[in-house]
Structures are given as structure tokens and as C-alpha cells.
């Protein structure tokens, strides 16, 4: 077998950063249950010049190459604002990561690593943290459970053998991030149905559908209460002003004033929930590929999305109300209303909320108290340099 050999590679190449995402997406078709994304979104998450991510952000593309043969790829990347974070949050001070993890082989995955953790060391970093890709508001981690079914938009996808090849490079666990599925077409148990009744009641609140009137002035909004609400949550990294334009810009043709909901309490905007119909099931459909009949296939969908689950990725209430009873009473209120909504309007039957940190008490809390079940788990692994 002939020697590995790492090449590093330029985001800021178009070529270079196209060959780095098309190894990515040959390895991904290979794995049972993938569902194949838009070259072109892929293309534009790793381009310098459009995504706001590099203007706080280092970021190195390496693949492997047996020959000219292409045999796996890694990023690593050093993200500002994560280093200036508290230690005790998950990142901080010396805290590079890894990312966009694929490999043929134990040999191939050990050589990469090894290649991405130099380079962190080259630029003064302590400690990898991996895989995200690239920032933790996209896809975080491996997904260490769930492989039998098919991720839900915006997750990752992993075959299970990774897991072994990154322990055996002495990488440890730091985090657990898990998404909880529940069929949406059964009524919440009598409790939340006394709770959602009672905030009804309670002329101090009001829960509206957003983007209606506004979209932009509620896409910031509800970034204002993430950063807050959120604030305090491991692996936290606040959004940015550029970050908040261009999530705003991404998400709209997939927002729905149906599937959002602002809480406010005598007016202020206290909590929010997005919900996302699942685009991978028509993604799953044209096998990710816009040409030369899928652009009219997903045209169609976003006109008129149809889908049978529902993916809710943020949710939030501001810190000075977590932990009380409000808390609460507004996410089951806000979760009731879509789930009203996403049966009617867009013909879901089951929801997955996610993902959640393992020992996020009130938000695993919650989904206990709706009768989910914890479908997938992603494992974010680190190792001191």
C-alpha cells in the first residue's frame, strides 16, 4: 500500500475548496441513510468571502492522498471568539477544533489527525476539540447513535467505525449533544394541557407567529434572546452582526410564520421557538443535485413545503426567566401552537427537537414531560495538545 500523503488545501481557492467538498461528498454517499446536500451551500459555508465565520476565524483544509487518489480530509480551525470564551464553558483560552472529518482507513484517520493537530500546535493552541464543522452553530460532533435512520436538515451524519478511529488517537469525550424525536399527531398528557391553558389566561402574556409583518426586525430578535439565553450554555459563541445578516438571509426560504414563535411578557420579547419543515426530504429526492430537473423539484417544495417531520433546532427564553415555571409554560405553549400548525398546514406527523446538551436539565426536562425519545447522539471529543 502505498505511503499516505496530507496536501493541505485553500478555502480561498474556489478550486481547491471544491475538491476539498467533493472527497467530503463521495465518502458521504457511501454511508447508509446520508441524505446528500446542495453542492453550492456547502461550497459557500467554506468560502471566505461569503461566510461571515472566517472574519473571526483561522481555518486550514488538508486531504489525504494515497497516489493521486484521494483517501480523506480534515479541517482545522481556530475560531477568536471561542479562545476569548470562559474555559469552564467548553472552550476558551488555547481551544483549537477539527472538523469536516472523513477517512478510509484507521491509517488514513491517525494521519490526519495528527496532521490537524500540528497545525493547531503550530499556531499556539493547548488543546483539540472535535469534530465541529466549522462553527458550533453548524454541525457539531459525531453521531455516536442513531445511524439507522436518516439526519433531519442541518445535522450530521457519520458511519459509526469514526468513533473508534478517533478514541484510538487518545481523544476523550467533552460533550454529548442529543436530538429527541416525538410523534406530533398525539396530544401532550393532561399537565401540559392545565399549563398551556393557564398561560392562556394570564393577560401578561402573548405568543405570536413571527416574520409576518417583520422579518427582520424578528430574526434579531430571536438572535438577541439566543445570545442571552444561551449565554451561559457549554461550547457557547456568540452570533456576530455579520452572522446574524447571513443566518437571517439562509434561513428565509425555509421560515415559515407558522412554524416561529415570539413569547412576550407585557410586551417584551421574553422566549422564541424556530421550527424548520425537514429539507432533507427533498434534498433525499434529487440526491442533492439542482441540475438538471432538481432546482424545479425544490422550487416547488419551498413555494409549498411539505414534510412529514418538523426539525426544531433553537429555542430560548431570556436567563433572568429560566428555572421558573414561565420558563416552562412558554415552551409548551409555543409547542403546542406549531405542533398545531405543522399538522395542519404542512402535513407533519412527528417532530425532532435538538440538538440538546446531555445535561441541559430543563430542556431534557421538557422533553420528558412531551414523551420523546432520544433518537441520535453526537459526541464532541477533545484532547490536550
Given at each position: ?229 444561551w449565554s451561559d450554555n457549554w461550547g457557547f459563541i456568540p452570533f456576530t452582526d455579520r452572522e446574524i445578516d447571513y443566518a437571517a ?13 415570539i413569547a412576550e411578557l407585557e410586551g417584551e420579547p421574553v422566549a422564541f421557538m424556530l421550527t424548520l419543515p425537514d429539507m432533507n ?63 395542519a398546514n404542512f402535513g407533519a406527523t412527528r417532530g425532532e427537537i435538538g440538538w440538546i446538551l446531555d445535561d441541559n436539565q430543563g ?23
Amino acid at each position: 500500500m502505498s505511503e499516505i500523503a496530507i496536501r493541505p488545501l485553500s478555502a480561498a481557492d474556489r478550486g481547491e475548496r471544491g475538491r476539498f467538498v467533493d472527497i467530503g461528498r463521495e465518502f458521504s454517499r457511501k454511508v447508509p441513510h446520508f441524505v446528500p446536500q446542495l453542492r453550492s451551500e456547502q461550497m459557500e459555508l467554506l468560502d471566505p468571502q461569503r461566510n461571515p465565520f472566517f472574519e473571526h476565524a483561522e481555518v486550514q483544509l488538508f486531504a489525504a492522498f494515497r497516489g493521486e487518489m484521494p483517501v480523506g480530509r480534515i479541517s482545522a480551525h481556530i475560531d477568536h471568539l471561542a479562545l476569548a470564551m470562559p474555559a469552564e464553558q467548553g472552550m476558551g483560552p488555547g481551544s483549537g477544533n477539527f472538523g469536516y472529518f472523513d477517512a478510509a482507513d484507521a491509517a488514513v484517520a491517525r494521519a490526519l489527525l495528527a496532521r490537524a493537530e500540528d497545525w493547531l500546535r503550530e499556531q499556539g493552541m493547548t488543546r483539540a476539540l472535535g469534530p465541529v464543522s466549522l462553527s458550533i452553530w453548524e454541525e457539531p460532533g459525531l453521531l455516536t447513535a442513531g445511524h439507522d435512520h436518516a439526519p433531519t436538515m442541518m445535522m450530521g451524519h457519520h458511519p459509526p467505525h469514526y468513533e473508534g478511529w478517533i478514541e484510538a488517537a487518545d481523544y476523550q469525550v467533552a460533550k454529548i449533544l442529543l436530538t429527541y424525536e416525538l410523534d406530533i399527531t398525539q396530544p401532550f398528557a393532561p399537565l401540559i394541557d392545565r399549563i398551556i391553558t393557564s398561560g392562556e389566561r394570564n393577560p401578561r402574556i402573548s405568543v405570536r407567529k413571527a416574520g409576518v409583518d417583520d422579518y427582520a426586525g424578528d430574526v434579531r430578535i430571536i438572535l438577541a434572546i439566543l445570545n442571552d439565553a444561551w449565554s451561559d450554555n457549554w461550547g457557547f459563541i456568540p452570533f456576530t452582526d455579520r452572522e446574524i445578516d447571513y443566518a437571517a438571509r439562509k434561513l428565509r426560504p425555509v421560515i415559515n410564520p407558522e412554524l416561529v414563535r415570539i413569547a412576550e411578557l407585557e410586551g417584551e420579547p421574553v422566549a422564541f421557538m424556530l421550527t424548520l419543515p425537514d429539507m432533507n426530504e427533498v434534498l433525499s429526492r434529487i440526491d442533492g443535485r439542482l441540475l438538471p430537473f432538481g432546482w424545479w423539484h425544490m422550487m416547488r417544495w419551498l413555494r409549498r413545503p411539505r414534510a412529514r417531520t418538523m426539525r426544531v433546532p433553537l429555542m430560548g427564553v431570556l436567563k433572568k426567566h429560566q428555572n421558573s415555571r414561565l420558563a416552562s409554560q412558554l415552551a409548551f405553549m409555543m409547542i403546542e401552537y406549531i405542533r398545531q400548525d405543522a399538522m395542519a398546514n404542512f402535513g407533519a406527523t412527528r417532530g425532532e427537537i435538538g440538538w440538546i446538551l446531555d445535561d441541559n436539565q430543563g430542556m431534557v426536562a421538557i422533553a420528558d414531560a412531551l414523551n420523546t425519545r432520544a433518537n441520535r447522539e453526537y459526541r464532541i471529543y477533545e484532547k490536550q495538545l
